[in-house]
């Protein structure tokens, strides 16, 4: 497939959910490779559901830092945490929690400011647990000297490489061992792979890859949204699933880079615009998008 790079424009500027507004000094001075800006996210960002395994109990207050969304409300908590450059480090309990979602925005905004390509994938990681593609989200960014774009894991840390048991370079994440949601409906349809091994928590099946594929059709347009967040044409059970919708939003959101106007048109649809209030699922209560 022949790559259109003037599309690449529309991820190569912080904009909306990635826009650092009044803190975008704090991204002056930072690396400009995605491998050192993962570094410089990883020593700043604490995973909710894995702080454990740095010794670190969340109090109710250290929870409710996963429900930012934009990239500037991060910002703010983590130099109200501690008001030091974003190069230094932070012990672990004084660092701003999040998830996977919350890293892969944090990077891709630092990315952009560097004038990268880059973009958030919604998908799931085969790496976390055997026999099972676990809802997650990663940095895709543009290698403009090898011409092709690169998935990079900006939540791995040497600790979780080491907890996860992960072989491969986390900067450059092979396409097996993580899906972009809308591969994952494509496996599934040809019969390749069973929804139920697609999960998050105790939760399985069909209609959380079909939220994804939205979710991830969303990111594409510079809508970032929590893993959380519900909205238009998501459902929590199959039965309500439009198969045929979906799958066109999977092919779509497969291969964004075929045709841009068909990817912004997908997005255009009410089922998928992001509105001006969404559902918290895990809050249990329609919050508004800033």
């Given at each position: 497939?022949?790559?259109?790079?003037?599309?690449?424009?529309?991820?190569?500027?912080?904009?909306?959910?990635?826009?650092?507004?009044?803190?975008?000094?704090l991204f002056?001075?930072?690396?400009?490779?995605?491998?050192?800006?993962?570094?410089?996210?990883?020593?700043?960002?604490?995973?909710?559901?894995?702080?454990?395994?740095?010794?670190?109990?969340?109090?109710?207050?250290?929870?409710?830092?996963?429900?930012?969304?934009?990239?500037?409300?991060?910002?703010?908590?983590?130099?109200?945490?501690?008001?030091r450059p974003?190069?230094?480090?932070?012990?672990?309990?004084?660092?701003?929690?999040?998830?996977?979602?919350?890293?892969?925005?944090?990077?891709?905004?630092?990315?952009?400011?560097?004038?990268?390509?880059?973009?958030?994938?919604?998908?799931?990681?085969?790496?976390?647990?055997?026999?099972?593609?676990?809802?997650?989200?990663?940095?895709?960014?543009?290698?403009?000297?090898?011409?092709?774009?690169?998935?990079?894991?900006?939540?791995?840390?040497?600790?979780?490489?080491?907890?996860?048991?992960?072989?491969?370079?986390?900067?450059?994440?092979?396409?097996?061992?993580?899906?972009?949601?809308?591969?994952?409906?494509?496996?599934?349809?040809?019969?390749?792979?069973?929804?139920?091994?697609?999960?998050?928590?105790?939760?399985?099946?069909?209609?959380?890859?079909?939220?994804?594929?939205?979710?991830?059709?969303?990111?594409?347009?510079?809508?970032?949204?929590?893993?959380?967040?519900?909205?238009?044409?998501?459902?929590?059970?199959?039965?309500?699933?439009?198969?045929?919708?979906i799958d066109?939003?999977?092919?779509?959101?497969?291969?964004?880079?075929?045709?841009?106007?068909?990817?912004?048109?997908?997005?255009?649809?009410?089922?998928?615009?992001?509105?001006?209030?969404?559902?918290?699922?895990?809050?249990?209560?329609?919050?508004?998008?800033?």
């Amino acid at each position: 497939m022949t790559l259109d790079t003037s599309a690449l424009e529309a991820w190569r500027h912080p904009v909306a959910m990635s826009d650092a507004g009044a803190r975008a000094a704090l991204f002056d001075g930072l690396p400009d490779d995605a491998g050192g800006l993962a570094e410089v996210v990883q020593g700043v960002m604490m995973h909710q559901h894995i702080a454990s395994a740095y010794g670190l109990t969340l109090t109710p207050e250290q929870h409710a830092e996963a429900h930012a969304r934009a990239v500037g409300d991060i910002l703010d908590g983590i130099v109200g945490h501690d008001p030091r450059p974003l190069t230094a480090q932070r012990p672990v309990e004084a660092r701003q929690v999040g998830v996977c979602r919350h890293f892969t925005l944090l990077h891709v905004a630092m990315l952009r400011s560097r004038g990268i390509a880059a973009r958030a994938r919604c998908g799931f990681g085969a790496y976390f647990v055997k026999d099972m593609f676990i809802d997650h989200w990663v940095t895709e960014y543009f290698d403009e000297a090898a011409r092709r774009w690169v998935l990079v894991d900006a939540q791995l840390d040497a600790r979780q490489r080491e907890l996860f048991k992960v072989t491969f370079d986390p900067l450059d994440v092979p396409r097996e061992q993580f899906l972009v949601a809308g591969e994952a409906r494509q496996r599934c349809r040809d019969g390749k792979a069973e929804p139920k091994a697609f999960a998050i928590l105790d939760m399985s099946g069909l209609w959380l890859i079909a939220g994804n594929v939205i979710r991830d059709v969303a990111a594409l347009n510079n809508r970032e949204m929590l893993p959380w967040d519900a909205w238009g044409g998501m459902s929590r059970t199959d039965d309500e699933i439009d198969l045929g919708f979906i799958d066109r939003l999977a092919g779509v959101s497969r291969a964004p880079d075929a045709d841009s106007q068909a990817l912004r048109s997908a997005y255009d649809d009410l089922r998928v615009v992001v509105p001006a209030t969404v559902f918290n699922a895990v809050l249990g209560r329609p919050e508004p998008v800033s």
